[in-house]
């Protein structure tokens, strides 16, 4: 009888530490770099998508709830100098509803694309908002114009010491892993200087925004 109950306790503790260790396998990463991490976390705290019409506000909604983008550089790696190379990096306009609009980074000059920026400053840089669980939701693919994504050119560059607490800031709110990362890396902070925007968020070709139309979208 007593083998039995051991055997009972035994079963139901596999039980319990099974379904807890699935949790933890299947649930997003939360404040490390994962899926819809930062105040983004619950679909209920996503703000609705801006008119698309309006499309510089479109813009800035895709800027601000972006917590990554794919970079695009010119290559200056031996075997494919000269060609487009493209990178996914982690970014930030600013904390949770008080985006700038300005893209932050924080770089090493360890990485590919940092050795490309060196030698030219020049990048595009696209986000979508397949990154979030709104073309999910609705059903759009991630290519699909539906499916809300902006291309932003301009150049990469440091950020100045009176930029360097607002970059800091916006990153490591959004990105609090990025504290610990090894500073032997020698990290700085950057942002893009955008030159140029194109918006898809409707079929029939991107929309044009100019950069002083995406900087005066009052965001709510």
């Known amino acids: 009888m007593a083998r039995l109950a051991r055997g009972s306790v035994r079963a139901l503790l596999a039980a319990l530490l099974a379904s807890t260790l699935l949790a933890l396998l ?47 550089t010119i290559s200056t790696l031996e075997a494919v100098r000269g060609r487009p190379f493209a990178d996914v990096l982690s ?3 600013g904390p949770p509803g008080a985006g700038s609009g300005v893209p932050y980074f924080y770089l090493s000059p360890l990485q590919l694309s940092v050795n490309n ?9 696209t986000m979508t908002l397949a990154q979030t669980n709104f073309c999910k939701k609705h059903g759009f693919d ?21 930029e360097m607490d607002i970059a800091k800031h916006s ?7 990025m504290k610990t990362w090894p500073s032997s890396h020698n990290w700085f902070f950057a942002k ?16 044009i925004v100019t950069p002083e139309e995406y900087y005066n979208v009052t965001v709510q």
Request: proline share 10%; net charge negative; with cysteine.
């Open 117 to 125: 920026l060196q030698e030219n400053p020049y990048a595009t840089l």
């Open 142 to 162: 991630p290519q699909s114009p539906l499916c809300a994504h902006i291309i932003l050119s301009g150049t990469v560059t440091k950020v100045n010491e009176t």
């Open 26 to 72: 299947v649930s997003p990463a939360r404040g490390r770099g994962g899926r819809d991490h930062g105040d983004w976390d619950e679909a209920s705290l996503l703000p609705p998508l801006p008119p698309r019409e309006d499309a510089a506000r479109v813009a800035r909604f895709v800027t601000h709830v972006s917590d990554w983008g794919a970079l695009a």
């Open 171 to 177: 990153l490591f709110i959004r990105h609090p892993e």
């Open 192 to 207: 893009l200087n955008i030159s140029n925007i194109w918006v898809l968020d409707y079929f029939g070709g991107p929309k």
């Open 91 to 93: 970014l930030s306009d």
